[in-house]
């Protein structure tokens, strides 16, 4: 999808729409379900810069756009709270270095820059799209020891959100 996300922009984003929706319905196991992204994060941040970046084509975002308001307003996939680990794009690309994944070895700097803008548009600004629960926003340009002190001095509002919604 890096290499060539004009051609395959869209097959990810369908897959990954219908993996997110397997995960917000899947039963419950646990009093929380915490997961990495959303199917509201894919829709608002991936699919947007697709759309805004020329690569994916206005009848294709249109697709998932009307996939995702249909899934939006007949299947429960809100959530109670994001966690926004806000990450500086130079820091992300460090890291994206450091881990040194194959598929990731052909991501720019500049893609990490129209990630992070999205982000920051969506969730700091609220200029993209209504969020309907809180945001806890967690500066993450830290190390790993930093971050779970961060983690800790969070952990209440993370693991009880106060809208939280409780599933039997």
Known sequence: MYQDASRWGITLQTYVQLTMLEQHTRPMISPIRMMERSIHSAKHVFVENLYRSGKMPEVDYAVLSEWFDWIQKNIDVSVDLIVYL???????????????????????????EAIHELYEEWLIKRALFEISCPVLVIGADHDMQKMIEKYEENRDQILNPPNRQHHL
């Open 86 to 112: 806000q990450t500086s794009p130079k820091v992300c690309y460090e890291r994206l270095k450091t881990r040194c994944r194959e598929e990731e070895k052909v991501i720019p700097l500049e893609y990490l």
